[in-house]
Nanobody, 123 residues
Framework: QVQLVESGGGLVQTGGSLRLSCALS????????MGWFRQAPDNERKFVAA????????SYADSVKARFTVSRDNAKNALYLQMDSLKPEDTAVYYC????????????????WGQGTQVTVSS
């Protein structure tokens, strides 16, 4: 059974950085397109970034372009999200997810989800 576990969230000041990690178990990471999503209180879950199976292609939400970087290490079965220049509006629970389809921002295409990690950016 596939399991995803996020880590690395926390409290950071505006302008700071955090690196989220997502560990996959039960299958090999290379089998999946991987994505990051986030959900703020009273908001729907929104796309943040995605990365292709080999890592050659990436996609970002406009709100995080040039500030966030998604990467993966298939040998370690790990997915990462480097978040720089953080803003209070980045505050949310961040989820990693796995898809067997093509690179996409559609959360409906992702079949496995982690439990989430809280990121709080103070002003």
């Amino acid at each position: 059974q596939v399991q995803l576990v996020e880590s690395g969230g926390g409290l950071v000041q505006t302008g700071g950085s955090l690196r989220l990690s997502c560990a996959l178990s039960g299958r090999t990471l290379v089998s999946y397109v991987m994505g990051w999503f986030r959900q703020a209180p009273d908001n729907e879950r929104k796309f943040v970034a995605a990365i292709s199976r080999t890592g050659s292609d990436t996609s970002y939400a406009d709100s995080v372009k040039a500030r966030f970087t998604v990467s993966r290490d298939n040998a370690k079965n790990a997915l990462y999200l480097q978040m720089d220049s953080l803003k209070p509006e980045d505050t949310a629970v961040y989820y990693c997810a796995a898809s067997v389809g093509a690179l996409t921002s559609d959360p409906q295409a992702y079949i496995y989800w982690g439990q989430g990690t809280q990121v709080t950016v103070s002003s």
